[in-house]
């Protein structure tokens, strides 16, 4: 396939799911962020996908599946704080899997990638992106899985 030219997607759409789910989108056309958000579960369906049709645009989801699980090791009785984290993260994990199950039903490309890397902070956003905008830790992890992403290659 050499001299072949890749033909890629306009748009490349990082997802960080929770219950504020952090959307972002990086337009590979202009090199740059061009919308960065914090929406509900329903809201990303609802009213932001439609502005990014799956023709248009590949989607990146950070899958809280992928992680290892947390395991009681003690027994004491300080396991309520760590069943309440055990709790969300299932909550997470679940809310991963809808998203995923959900674009890829309407059409979307989506590699779900590990959770991993150190957050972002506002200062390093503007710093690595040159995106001025105001932004949640949630938005923050989502431009960190779409910026400058060229093509996702998906294993099939």
């Keep these: 396939m050499r001299g072949a030219m890749k033909l890629t997607k306009r748009y490349c759409m990082g ?21 960065a958000a914090t929406v509900t579960f329903w809201e990303l369906f609802t009213e932001t996908l439609s502005h990014y049709p799956p ?22 009785a300080g396991d309520r704080k760590r069943e309440k984290i055990s709790r969300n993260v299932g909550s997470v994990q679940a809310e991963s899997r809808l998203i995923i199950e959900g674009l890829k039903l309407m059409g979307y490309q989506v590699l779900p990638i590990r959770p991993s890397g150190e957050k972002w902070d506002d200062a390093t956003v503007r710093r690595i992106t040159g995106y001025t905008q105001r932004t949640s830790a949630h938005a923050r992890d989502a431009i960190r899985h779409c910026f400058g992403v060229k093509y996702i290659r998906l294993d099939t």
Excluded at 55 to 76: M, W, Y
């Design 55 to 76: 023709d248009q645009t590949d989607v990146i989801v950070e899958d809280a599946r992928l992680n290892k699980p947390t395991f009681d090791k003690d027994n004491d």
């Design 15 to 35: 997802v960080d799911p929770g219950i504020h789910t952090g959307f972002a989108v990086y337009d590979r056309d202009e090199e740059r962020i061009i919308e």
